[in-house]
């Protein structure tokens, strides 16, 4: 069981890209789900988390105020929409879903999720 990140890409500075995760073989809705970032070199991150009630909502420190994380029950979908993008955005994206938790704490705790598919890579670069 795989979730699927999808809407990666080549943007220039200040451009947007909305990453799509879709699950083909369960519920999205009975989750909450985090998009998770991985830059060469660094460590994977959390970036943002949406609850499975969609009350609760987490976004980093580095993302706040630009990124943005929604669900579409109809579609089974969760997506990040992401703008004034900067090259230190750059890093191949992942979502997942928390199987310990239905709601949003604070940061995403890596150990607390499952389902990881192969990600996509965006690329913020002039």
């Known amino acids: 069981v795989q979730l699927q990140a999808s809407g990666g890409g080549l943007v220039k500075p200040g451009g947007s890209l909305r990453l799509s995760c879709v699950a083909s073989e369960f519920t999205l809705d009975d989750y909450a789900i985090s998009w998770f970032r991985q830059a060469p070199g660094k460590e994977r991150e959390g970036v943002s988390c949406?609850?499975?009630?969609?009350?609760?909502?987490y976004y980093a420190d580095s993302v706040n105020g630009r990124f943005t994380i929604s669900r579409d029950r109809a579609k089974n979908t969760v997506y990040l929409q992401m703008d004034s993008l900067k090259p230190e955005d750059t890093a191949a994206y992942y979502c997942?879903?928390?199987?310990?938790?239905?709601?949003?704490?604070?940061?995403?705790?890596?150990?607390?999720?499952?389902?990881w598919g192969q990600g996509t890579l965006v690329t913020v670069s002039s």
């Open positions: 949406i609850s499975s009630s969609v009350r609760d909502t």
């Open positions: 997942a879903a928390n199987l310990m938790r239905t709601r949003c704490a604070g940061p995403p705790i890596l150990h607390e999720y499952a389902y």
